[in-house]
């Protein structure tokens, strides 16, 4: 299977003030393949959605290079990519505008992309899709705050549907809503992905979710990738005291993942982005830091074919 989106040394730091830097996005690599969905997961605050942002050039990376399709992208007009790129936000509160209606948020892809022939054709479009994600035409014409949490989750996904993207950022689209209402949405996602053949970019801090959704993951501490592996390899053989970290946090413990290594508690919380430890980033919080750990930072390696690891200890 080919590459669909690519990036490489991926850098977005945030300057504030002439001396105060916040390196959201630290020197990132990896691929999406077309039609897998890759995971990314980690803690709130280490970079995730401004990384999600920025391969999608809504934000200007300030250094490495964003491949689509085998295209350098980095620099170039999006108008061209921004109907095959979507996202889906994290808070279906925050990003629907509460002053247009579910007709209108669902049509303005399709305005803006010239996708209706008609008004007519337009209207038929948006039922069309509504109908889609399990909502009627008869809400149509209703504001977001007369939908529910998991039903706005819906217009957002109708959104992103609207303009038949290939890639799609989904950034947390479930971490908002109650647990009852997550498996839909996820499932919604999941039924989509194989109709319309979409690839996925799944972000989230939960590993359950990730680890659900996903076919490759990718764990993520401080503007920085840790490990990469298939997802039950992952799962499973995970060596990386942080992913382990987040293996020991799965709350239902699963019984195959019992055996394969001991549990992992980090002490302390994490470091500012503004004061990054020297060496490793995972060193004040480490239960197996040594020397060297303080003295250089490790790298991403391949430990086995497809598996990934940046860790003095692990490699
Ligand atoms: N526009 C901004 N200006 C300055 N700092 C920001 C901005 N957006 C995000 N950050 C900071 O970048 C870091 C990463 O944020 P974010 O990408 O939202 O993380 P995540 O999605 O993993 O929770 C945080 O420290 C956050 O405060
Ligand atoms: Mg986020």
């Known amino acids: 299977m080919s590459k669909l989106v690519e990036v490489e040394d991926l850098k977005l730091h945030f300057k504030l003030g002439r001396r105060l830097c916040v390196k959201a996005v630290d020197g990132i690599s990896f691929y999406v393949k077309k039609g897998e969905t890759f995971g990314i997961v980690g803690e709130s605050g280490c970079g995730k959605t401004t990384m999600g942002k920025t391969i999608l050039r809504l934000?200007?990376?300030?250094?490495?290079?964003?491949?689509?399709?085998?295209?350098?992208?980095?620099?170039?007009?999006?108008?061209?990519?921004?109907?095959?790129?979507?996202?889906?936000?994290?808070?279906?509160?925050?990003?629907?505008?509460?002053?247009?209606?579910?007709?209108?948020?669902?049509?303005?892809?399709i305005d803006i992309h010239n996708l209706a022939a008609t008004?007519?054709?337009?209207?038929?479009?948006?039922?069309?899709?509504?109908?889609?994600?399990?909502?009627?035409?008869?809400?149509?014409?209703?504001?977001?705050?007369?939908?529910?949490?998991?039903?706005?989750?819906?217009?957002?996904?109708?959104?992103?549907?609207?303009?038949?993207?290939?890639?799609?950022?989904?950034?947390?689209?479930?971490?908002?809503?109650?647990?009852?209402?997550?498996?839909?949405?996820?499932?919604?996602?999941?039924?989509?992905?194989?109709?319309?053949?979409?690839?996925?970019?799944?972000?989230?801090?939960?590993?359950?979710?990730?680890?659900?959704?996903?076919?490759?993951i990718g764990v993520m501490y401080l503007g920085k990738l840790v490990e990469v592996a298939e997802s039950d390899e992952l799962v499973f053989h995970g060596v990386h005291p942080y992913t382990k970290s987040l293996i020991s946090a799965i709350p239902i413990p699963d019984p195959k993942a019992k055996n394969c290594g001991e549990k992992v508690i980090l002490s302390g919380d994490f470091p500012s982005l503004l004061n990054l430890?020297?060496?490793?980033?995972?060193?004040?919080?480490?239960?197996c830091a040594r020397e060297l750990c303080e003295d250089s930072e490790p790298i991403l390696q391949e430990i086995s074919p497809g598996h990934l690891v940046a860790c003095h200890n692990c490699q």
Do not use: W
């Open 59 to 109: 934000l200007e990376p300030t250094g490495g290079k964003i491949f689509y399709d085998g295209e350098d992208i980095t620099n170039v007009n999006m108008q061209k990519y921004r109907k095959k790129m979507q996202i889906v936000f994290q808070d279906p509160y925050a990003s629907l505008n509460p002053r247009m209606t579910i007709a209108n948020i669902v049509g303005e892809p």
């Open 119 to 216: 008004p007519q054709d337009r209207k038929d479009k948006i039922n069309e899709i509504l109908q889609h994600v399990g909502l009627n035409s008869e809400q149509a014409n209703r504001f977001p705050h007369e939908f529910s949490g998991g039903q706005r989750q819906r217009i957002g996904i109708a959104r992103m549907l609207a303009i038949s993207p290939e890639f799609v950022v989904c950034d947390e689209p479930v971490s908002a809503l109650d647990v009852s209402i997550q498996a839909q949405i996820i499932n919604l996602l999941h039924q989509f992905q194989e109709e319309f053949g979409l690839t996925y970019l799944f972000i989230a801090h939960d590993l359950s979710i990730v680890r659900y959704m996903s076919n490759r």
């Open 277 to 287: 430890p020297s060496g490793c980033r995972l060193r004040t919080r480490c239960p």
